[in-house]
């Protein structure tokens, strides 16, 4: 029997007992389109066809001979085959992925410009890696001026240097309103790896209803 194509008109000449009475999947050999094969109308009654034989045929076809022009067979291993360069991409894209982030800090600290791109995406640079201890704030007065002086220290945790975020000092109501916030740059540029560094800022005429203090670490380097 002749086999066409629909979606290329490649034509194959195929023996009548590889479809089987009951049609098959066939793939076209140029093209690759799919298709189901009826039987053939006047496929003869007296065909001799073993319904196990042809069974088994349909569910492990035979490859065919280099170069013969016949439509393949479609298998699910064959499809498999077809998904494995996707899987391949997919695993790699998300390799990238996963390792940008776990190491975003170590990839900050090698190319600065990249915390920009962090920050646009609302991901953290320092989440467990720098952190703040030690902090402690008191009111003082020098030359007759009153001024809030906080202090404290940045320790990295990690094992790599980290460029050193800039520490952020919020004041807030009794309602926890954010009454007034600054921001401190220490002369350190990074934290050396499983150290600390020391930092005091301080600030003065502060509104009179801050009640409540909060002293964070920036997103983004400096």
Same mark, same amino acid.
């Given at each position: 029997m002749i086999l066409t194509c629909s979606a290329c008109a490649t034509r194959f000449l195929v023996d009548p007992a590889a479809v089987g009475r009951e049609g098959r999947h066939v793939r076209c050999a140029k093209c690759l389109h799919v298709w189901f094969q009826e039987p053939p109308l006047d496929l003869p009654k007296?065909?001799?066809?073993?319904? /196990?034989q042809a069974a088994a045929a349909r569910r492990k076809p035979q490859p065919l001979r280099a170069g013969a022009n016949l439509p393949a067979i479609p298998t699910k291993r064959s499809r498999l085959r077809a998904a494995l360069p996707w899987f391949g991409l997919l695993s790699f894209v998300a390799a990238i992925t996963l390792g940008g982030y776990l !190491?975003? /800090?170590a990839i900050v600290a090698s190319w600065p410009p990249a915390a920009k791109l962090y920050d646009t995406l609302g991901i953290a640079l320092n989440e467990h890696a720098l952190k703040l201890v030690g902090?402690? !704030?008191?009111?003082?007065?020098?030359?007759?001026?009153?001024f809030l002086e906080v202090s404290g220290k940045v320790v990295?945790?990690?094992?790599?240097?980290l460029q050193l975020p800039e520490i952020r000092v919020i004041l807030r109501d009794a309602q926890g309103n954010i009454v007034y916030q600054w921001r401190h740059r220490t002369e350190a540029g990074s934290v050396p790896a499983e150290g600390e560094i020391a930092f005091t800022t301080a600030?003065?005429?502060l509104p009179a209803n /801050?009640?409540?203090?909060?002293v964070t670490l920036t997103d983004t380097p400096r």
């Open positions: 007296s065909l001799a066809i073993d319904d /196990a !190491f975003r /800090a902090v402690s !704030f008191a009111r003082k007065d020098r030359d007759g001026i009153s990295n945790e990690s094992s790599t240097t600030r003065s005429q /801050a009640e409540k203090l909060e």
